[in-house]
C-alpha cells in the first residue's frame, strides 16, 4: 500500500488544485523557482535533491521565521490575515479581512501584489479557491493561549467550545433565539452562522445591555482575553449565556473571532496599511551646492584618516585583553582628532574596515597601520574616498554601538568584539536608496525614512533604552556617518553617492523644476500614490522595488562592487580640492596653509612646526622646540631657510629667520652619548653652567673632562633633561656623530580588511540558480517517474532501486541499444547515496559514460558503485 505522503509526491492532474506545496512547486517554470530561491537563499544551501525536498526545507520553522521577518507591512498583515481565516481560505475571503465591510480600495487595490509574494516565496500556496498558508507559518501567527495573533483576535466558537458540555452548548444556543439541535457539533455551526450573519449578528447585539456593549468594545480589538468571577455580573452574564464570551479556563472567558470580527466591521487588523508611507523632503538644496558640501567632507575624511593614522605611526594603543581599545585611548584620540568621542570611534572603526588599521599580533599588541595604508596613501584622491566609502557600505561593523552594553552587560569597545550587525549593510543601502529616490538636492526628513523602513520590514523587538529598534538606531547613524564620509551633502544624496550605490544618475533640472518636484513630493509624495496604484517597477536581484519608492539597483558581485567605486571616484576627484605647493608665512611666526598640501611639502611642515588650527586653512606654529625637531631630523639652518623660501608665498618674515638661526647655532653644541652616559662640549664654560643649575642635580652629572660630564641617567633621559633645561643638546653616535633622530614607522604584518559577517546565506547568482534548478528538476524527476516492472507503481519511494549486477550491466547495454532512459541508485566515494535519470550512451570496462539528466552533462560512472537500476515507463523516456 501507498502512503499519502508518497501520494502527494506524485504530479497533479491537470486543472486540478494542488494538494500539497511540493505539488504546487511541481506547477512552477524555471522562472518562478528562481525567484522564489533568490528571495529564500536558504533553501539552496546545500542544493535540495528533489522538489519534495525543496518544499521540505521551505517549511522548516527556522526557514519561515526568516521569510516572515522579510515581508513588508501589508504582506506581513495578509499573511496574518490567511492565518485567522478558514483553512483552506478563498480569495473574497481573505480580501474581505483585510478591506473589511466597506471594501476599503487602496486595500483591495495592493491586495493581490501582496499575496503574489506571499505565493512567489511559497508561504502560501493553492488556487484562489483553496489558498492556504504554510503550516509552520499557520502555527506562529495563528491565535493562541500561550502567543495571541498580532491580529488581536481571539479562537474559533469551534474551537473555544471543543470539550464543553453537550447540555451548555444547547442552552447558548437557545439563548440566541436559535432552535436546538441534537448533537454538540451541529450547535456549534449554529452559531458559527448567527456570528457570521450581519444582519441577524446586529440584532442580537441590539438587544445587549450597555454595559455588555462597553465589555465587548473594550475586547473587540485585542486582547479578547478577559477576567470574570465565580458569579458573574448581570450585563456579563448576558455576554456568557449567549456565546458572546466563551470560557476557556477558570476565571477566563474570550470573544470567539466570529463575533469580534462583526464587531470590527469584517477587519482583521485595527489598522491596514496597503501603500508605504512616503519618504518626506526636509529642504531642497541646488545640486552643485550638495555635491561640493559632500566633496568637502569626502577630503575632511581623507584628511582625518591619515591623521589618525600618523598619531598611531610609532604604534598606537595597547589592545584590551578582552579586544579593542580602552575608554582612555578613544578619548586621547577624540582630543588629537578635536571630534567627540562617538565620532572617533567611527573614524577608528573606518579605517579598520578599509583595512587600513589593525593589531600587530606582538606580544604587547598593539594597534598600529598596515602596509595597505602606504599603499592607499598612493593612490589618488578619488581612489582613497571610494575605498573609504565602499568599505563603510558594506562593513557590518557598527561604530554607533561604542560604548553601550551587550546581551550579557559587558561594555561595548572600539575595534573590540560584538560590534557586527549584520542588517547594517542592508539598512545602509535601503536608507540612501530613499535619498535617491527624492527630487535632485532634497534631504529627507529622518522621522520618515524609518517609517517607510518599519512598512518595509516591520521591526519585532530588540529595542534599546531609548525604545528603538536597530533597524531604526542604524539608519540614523546611517545618515550621520554618510554626511561625516561625503555620500550626503546637507542631508541629500550627492551625486558621487549616487555611483556607489550603483543607481543611474538624477536626471538634470533646473531650479523652477526642483522646486515643483519638492512641493509635489511636501504635497504627499506623488511617486508613491502612482507605484501604490500598481506601477511596474524594474526589480534587480532579490531587491524587490516597495511602493511609493525605486527599485533599489545594489552591486552585490565584486566586479560591480568594484565599478561603482570607480565610477564614484571618477565623479568626486574633480570636486576635490587640489593639493597645494605653497603655504603662506606671517610675521607672527605662523604659516597659513589655504587648502590641502601636497604630501612631501606637509610631511616636512609637520615636522618643522605644530599644527595650531585645522579647518578650510591650516595653521601652522614655529617655535623653538619645532625647529630643533627639524634639526633633530637632519636638516641644516640652510636647509631650512632654501625650503621655506622655495614653498612660501610671501617673504620669510625676519623673526623666523632668527628663530631659526639661533636654535642652530645653540642646536648640537652638546653631544650626549652613552657612557650610561656623557655630555660632552667644547666649551667649558656651558659645561660650568650645567653643573651650577639646581635642576641638574637629578642627573647626578660630575665632570671626568674639562669638555666631558658624565651621568647615571640613560641617553633618552639626559637629553630630555638638558631639553627641559633651555639647552639644545643632540645626541651622538660610539662614532661621534650627530644621530639623527626620525619617527620609525611602525606596520603590522599584512592584514586583510575584516569580513562582514553575513545575514543569512549568500544570494545565489545566475550561474548557480541554473545549475540547481537543473539539479533539482532532474532529481524530482528520478524520484516521481513511474517504472517498470514491480515497483511500476511506487514512485518516489525515496529508496533506491537494487538489482544484481548481471541485471544492471543487461539493463544498461539494452537502454544502449535503444536509447532509453534509465533510473539509477548511485554511491559516491565517500558514502554519499543519490537518485540520477540517465540515458546510457556507452558501457564498457566497467563503467558506463551516459547523459546525467541531473547534472545535464555527460558522465561516467563505475558500475560497482551503481546499487540497481529501473527502466522508466514509456511516457517517461
Not at 610609532?314 to 562617538?342: H, Y
Not at 561604542?402 to 560584538?418: E, F, N, Q, W, Y
Not at 545602509?428 to 523602513?453: Q, T, Y
Request: a negative charge; charged letters at 20%.
Amino acid at each position: 500500500m501507498r502512503t499519502e505522503e508518497q501520494r502527494a509526491q506524485d504530479p497533479a492532474p491537470a486543472g486540478t488544485s494542488p494538494r500539497s506545496l511540493a505539488e504546487a512547486l511541481r506547477t512552477r517554470d524555471d522562472t518562478s523557482l528562481s525567484a522564489l530561491l533568490r528571495t529564500r537563499p536558504d533553501l539552496i544551501t546545500p542544493v535540495p535533491t528533489d522538489l519534495t525536498q525543496l518544499a521540505t526545507r521551505a517549511a522548516t520553522r527556522a526557514s519561515v521565521v526568516r521569510a516572515l521577518e522579510r515581508l513588508d507591512r501589508f504582506a506581513l498583515q495578509t499573511a496574518e490575515a490567511l492565518a485567522v481565516a478558514s483553512d483552506p481560505a478563498t480569495y473574497d475571503e481573505l480580501s474581505g479581512l483585510l478591506a473589511g465591510d466597506d471594501r476599503d480600495p487602496a486595500v483591495t487595490a495592493a491586495f493581490p501584489h501582496a499575496l503574489a509574494t506571499l505565493h512567489e516565496q511559497a508561504l502560501v500556496w493553492g488556487a484562489d479557491d483553496r489558498l492556504r498558508l504554510v503550516r509552520t507559518a499557520r502555527e506562529l501567527l495563528a491565535p493562541g493561549p500561550q502567543h495571541p495573533s498580532p491580529t488581536g483576535l481571539g479562537p474559533t466558537v469551534a474551537e473555544a467550545t471543543a470539550g464543553m458540555s453537550p447540555g451548555r452548548v444547547q442552552e447558548m444556543v437557545a439563548a440566541c433565539g436559535l432552535p436546538t439541535t441534537h448533537d454538540s457539533v451541529s450547535a456549534v455551526a449554529s452559531l458559527t452562522a448567527l456570528f457570521t450573519d450581519r444582519e441577524r449578528m446586529s440584532a442580537l447585539l441590539g438587544t445587549a445591555p450597555a454595559e455588555s456593549s462597553e465589555v465587548l468594545s473594550r475586547l473587540v480589538w485585542g486582547p479578547p482575553y478577559g477576567q470574570v468571577t465565580p458569579d458573574p455580573a448581570r450585563h456579563l452574564r448576558w455576554l456568557i449565556d449567549r456565546a458572546l464570551l466563551l470560557p476557556t479556563a477558570p476565571g477566563t472567558v474570550v470573544l470567539p473571532r466570529e463575533a469580534a470580527l462583526h464587531l470590527r466591521a469584517g477587519r482583521a487588523h485595527r489598522e491596514t496599511d496597503p501603500v508605504a508611507p512616503p519618504v518626506e523632503p526636509a529642504r531642497t538644496h541646488r545640486p552643485r551646492m550638495v555635491d561640493t558640501t559632500a566633496a568637502g567632507q569626502a577630503y575632511t575624511a581623507l584628511a582625518t584618516v591619515e591623521e589618525l593614522l600618523k598619531d598611531w605611526h610609532e604604534g598606537g594603543p595597547t589592545v584590551l585583553r578582552a579586544g579593542g581599545l580602552s575608554v582612555r585611548d578613544l578619548k586621547r584620540t577624540a582630543v588629537a582628532l578635536d571630534v567627540g568621542e562617538p565620532v572617533a570611534a567611527f573614524w577608528v572603526e573606518l579605517a579598520y574596515a578599509a583595512g587600513l588599521l589593525a593589531s600587530d599580533g606582538e606580544a604587547d599588541e598593539r594597534y598600529a597601520a598596515t602596509p595597505g595604508y602606504d599603499d592607499w596613501l598612493e593612490l589618488p584622491a578619488g581612489e582613497r574616498w571610494a575605498r573609504l566609502a565602499s568599505a563603510w557600505l558594506t562593513a557590518t561593523r557598527t561604530p554607533g554601538l561604542v560604548g553601550g552594553r551587550d546581551a550579557k552587560d559587558r561594555a561595548l569597545s572600539a575595534l573590540g568584539p560584538g560590534l557586527d550587525r549584520s542588517a547594517a549593510p542592508e539598512v545602509r543601502h535601503r536608507v540612501l536608496a530613499l535619498l535617491g529616490g527624492l527630487p535632485e538636492g532634497s534631504s529627507a526628513v529622518p522621522e520618515s525614512v524609518i517609517a517607510r523602513l518599519h512598512w518595509e520590514r516591520p521591526p519585532r523587538g530588540g529595542r534599546s533604552a531609548a525604545g528603538e529598534d536597530l533597524r531604526s538606531r542604524l539608519a540614523r547613524w546611517t545618515l550621520s556617518e554618510a554626511e561625516l564620509l561625503g555620500v550626503t551633502g546637507r542631508g541629500a544624496l550627492s551625486a558621487q553617492g549616487r555611483a556607489l550605490l550603483g543607481l543611474p544618475p538624477a536626471p538634470a533640472q533646473d531650479g523652477a523644476h526642483g522646486a515643483e518636484a519638492e512641493s509635489q513630493a511636501g504635497a504627499g509624495g506623488g511617486r508613491a500614490a502612482a507605484a501604490g496604484a500598481g506601477a511596474k517597477l524594474p526589480v534587480h536581484r532579490h531587491h524587490r522595488p516597495t511602493d511609493g519608492g525605486p527599485a533599489v539597483l545594489l552591486p552585490r558581485s565584486p566586479a560591480e562592487r568594484a565599478a561603482a567605486a570607480v565610477q564614484a571616484a571618477r565623479i568626486v576627484a574633480p570636486l576635490l580640492p587640489e593639493p597645494l605647493d605653497h603655504v603662506l608665512l606671517q610675521a607672527d611666526l605662523t604659516a597659513v596653509a589655504p587648502g590641502p598640501l601636497e604630501r612631501p611639502l606637509a610631511d616636512t611642515l609637520g615636522v618643522l612646526a605644530d599644527v595650531e588650527s585645522k579647518g578650510g586653512a591650516t595653521v601652522y606654529r614655529f617655535t623653538p622646540g619645532s625647529v630643533r625637531r627639524a634639526l633633530d631630523a637632519g636638516r641644516s639652518a640652510s636647509d631650512l631657510h632654501t625650503f621655506l623660501t622655495a614653498h612660501s608665498r610671501t617673504p620669510v618674515p625676519q623673526p623666523l629667520t632668527y628663530l631659526i638661526d639661533d636654535v642652530a647655532r645653540r642646536h648640537g653644541h652638546l653631544r650626549i652619548g652613552a657612557a650610561s652616559a656623557y655630555v660632552r662640549c667644547d666649551d667649558d664654560s656651558l659645561l660650568n653652567e650645567i653643573l651650577a643649575d639646581k635642576r641638574a642635580q637629578g642627573l647626578r652629572l660630575r665632570r671626568l673632562a674639562p669638555t666631558v660630564l658624565a651621568a647615571q641617567a640613560d641617553p633618552a633621559a639626559l637629553l630630555e633633561g638638558l631639553r627641559s633645561m633651555g639647552f639644545a643638546p643632540a645626541a651622538e653616535s660610539a662614532e661621534g656623530d650627530v644621530l639623527i633622530t626620525r619617527a620609525h614607522a611602525h606596520r603590522t604584518p599584512p592584514r586583510s580588511a575584516p569580513e562582514p559577517v553575513p545575514d543569512g546565506p549568500p544570494v545565489p547568482d545566475t550561474t548557480l540558480l541554473s545549475a540547481a534548478i537543473r539539479a533539482i528538476r532532474a532529481g524530482d524527476l528520478a524520484s516521481t517517474s513511474p517504472r517498470k516492472g514491480a515497483g511500476a507503481d511506487l514512485p518516489g519511494t525515496g529508496e533506491l532501486p537494487r538489482t544484481g549486477s548481471a541485471e544492471t550491466l543487461a539493463t544498461m547495454q539494452a537502454a544502449v541499444l535503444t536509447g532509453g532512459t534509465v533510473w539509477i541508485g548511485y554511491v559516491n566515494a565517500e558514502g554519499a547515496a543519490s537518485q540520477r535519470v540517465i540515458a546510457p550512451i556507452r558501457v564498457e570496462g566497467g563503467f558506463v559514460t551516459a547523459y546525467d539528466h541531473t547534472a545535464d552533462e555527460v558522465r561516467t560512472y563505475p558500475l560497482h558503485r551503481v546499487t540497481g537500476v529501473a527502466e522508466l515507463a514509456d511516457d517517461q523516456q
